[in-house]
């Protein structure tokens, strides 16, 4: 059974730093592309960050460049997204989703999804 688990979520002060992992079973991530999304109370569910199978391609939604990157090890089938400099504002449940089509994915499209972790920034 294919299934994504999120991790590493939890409470940090503003201006701290936090690792989401996203550990993937019964597939492999070079056949998919692979992302994080984050829905905050109220809020429609946005992209964060994707990478594309091969690793070659990233994607940072505006507000989070130059504080998250994305990462993969596809020896142990897990996507990482390392988030520095936390703002009250990327307070949200944090999904892992794949899907076989980047652009699919950049689109808000997951073939899976993950059940999500909650990320709260506070002080």
């Known amino acids: 059974q294919v299934q994504l688990v999120e991790s590493g979520g939890g409470l940090v002060q503003p201006g701290g730093s936090l690792t989401l992992s996203c550990q993937a079973s019964e597939f492999t991530l070079d056949y998919y592309n692979m992302g994080w999304f984050r829905q905050a109370p109220g809020e429609d569910r946005e992209g964060v960050s994707h990478?594309?199978?091969?690793?070659?391609?990233?994607y940072y939604q505006g507000s989070v460049k130059g504080r998250f990157t994305i990462s993969k090890d596809d020896a142990k089938n897990m996507v990482y997204l390392q988030m520095n400099s936390l703002k009250p504002e990327d307070t949200a449940v944090y999904y892992c989703?794949?899907?076989?089509?980047?652009?699919?994915?950049?689109?808000?499209?997951?073939?899976?999804w993950g059940q999500g972790t909650q990320v709260t920034v506070s002080s």
């Open positions: 989703a794949a899907n076989s089509d980047y652009e699919d994915l950049i689109h808000g499209d997951g073939n899976y």
């Open positions: 990478i594309s199978r091969d690793g070659g391609r990233t």
